[in-house]
T-cell receptor, first 116, second 108 residues
Framework: NAGVTQTPKFRILKIGQSMTLQCTQDMNHNYMYWYRQDPGMGLKLIYYSVGAGITDKGEVPNGYNVSRSTTEDFPLRLELAAPSQTSVYFC???????????????FGPGTRLTVL | LAKTTQPISMDSYEGQEVNITCSHNNIATNDYITWYQQFPSQGPRFIIQGYKTKVTNEVASLFIPADRKSSTLSLPRVSLSDTAVYYCLVGYTDKLIFGTGTRLQVFP
């Protein structure tokens, strides 16, 4: 199993541009998550999904959109990039519940995004 | 908004035991506590998870008191390769709250 894969690894955007960060997992996990990590800080949850067709906002969803059309894929969309979105983005997946249940998350290697 | 709190940094020497504490107020009745390790330029990696009392695996132990308002990750006999940032994660109803992270530096 490849686990959780993310593309691209690095990206530089200009203000106002848009892009999609790709995330794929091959572990048949029902839950998937997107986090951002600013330099020297902890991870903050952007969006999560409990299954295909179901998504919900996390702690910092503004400026992002997600979709979950398949179990494997959970892309993150930035529509109008802003310098405040410069960060490292991590995708993760887990098999069981979001809260109140066993929740070991498997993380991808991250995408380093710079907005200039 | 409830949050978790950890020490910002800790120093240790090889072979010593390290204990890192996380405070988590308003933890929900059914929430679990999970610890992750993160090296530079990598995603976090699962270390251990527990609900109450003590849990032990091949790399760490997790101690959770009866009131569950805090937890302590114990790393026995650390080595240089344990130098990393350690996060506690607590499931809070509809949000996942990562701690601020504890930067552990292990010296020879």
């Amino acid at each position: 199993n490849a686990g959780v894969t993310q593309t691209p690894k690095f990206r530089i955007l200009k203000i106002g541009q848009s892009m999609t960060l790709q995330c794929t997992q091959d572990m048949n996990h029902n839950y998937m998550y997107w986090y951002r990590q600013d330099p020297g800080m902890g991870l903050k949850l952007i969006y999560y999904s409990v299954g295909a067709g179901i998504t919900d906002k996390g702690e910092v969803p503004n400026g992002y959109n997600v979709s979950r059309s398949t179990t494997e894929d959970f892309p993150l969309r930035l529509e109008l990039a802003a310098p405040s979105q410069t960060s490292v983005y991590f995708c993760a997946s887990s098999y069981l519940g979001l809260a109140g249940t066993y929740n070991e998350q498997f993380f991808g290697p991250g995408t380093r995004l710079t907005v200039l | 908004l409830a949050k978790t709190t950890q020490p910002i940094s800790m120093d240790s020497y090889e072979g010593q035991e390290v204990n890192i504490t996380c405070s988590h107020n308003n933890i929900a009745t059914n929430d679990y506590i999970t610890w992750y390790q993160q090296f530079p330029s990598q995603g976090p990696r699962f270390i251990i998870q527990g609900y109450k009392t003590k849990v032990t695996n091949e790399v760490a132990s997790l101690f959770i008191p009866a009131d569950r308002k805090s937890s302590t990750l114990s790393l026995p006999r650390v080595s240089l390769s344990d130098t990393a940032v350690y996060y506690c994660l607590v499931g809070y109803t509809d949000k996942l709250i990562f701690g601020t992270g504890t930067r552990l530096q292990v010296f020879p």
